[in-house]
């Protein structure tokens, strides 16, 4: 059982930078892949970026290339997410997620295990 719960999340204005964090515990963090996903209000909850047990592959959606960036601390069994240059499309809530069946980056949801609760992030333009 992995618990996962995100912070960081809050109300930004366009252009602006937000980090999100994701605190993990309960299994071993370091040799799963991570990913980070988002769901806006009448939408599907989408990928953002994943990234591999090790932390040397990464990967993101489009809209994200550039402007985000998803890195790891196995240490501190923390994920995290930069978000920079942030747009008013951006607002959703954002979601960590483990895919504990995986060591590579991950785009699918299926792929993934374990969820947090989510956090808030809006995005005023």
Known sequence: QVHLVESGGGLAQAGDSLRLSCAASGRTFSSETMGWFRQAPGKEREFVASISWGGRYT???????????????????????????????????????????????????????????GTQVTVSS
């Not at 998803?70 to 923390?78: A, H, L, P």
């Open 59 to 117: 990967d993101y959606t489009d809209s994200g290339k550039g402007r985000f960036t998803i890195s790891r601390d196995n240490v501190k069994n923390t994920l995290y997410l930069q978000m920079n240059s942030l747009k008013s499309e951006d607002t959703a809530v954002y979601y960590c997620a483990a895919a504990s069946r995986y060591s590579g980056t991950r785009r699918s949801l299926r792929d993934y295990d374990y969820w947090g609760q």
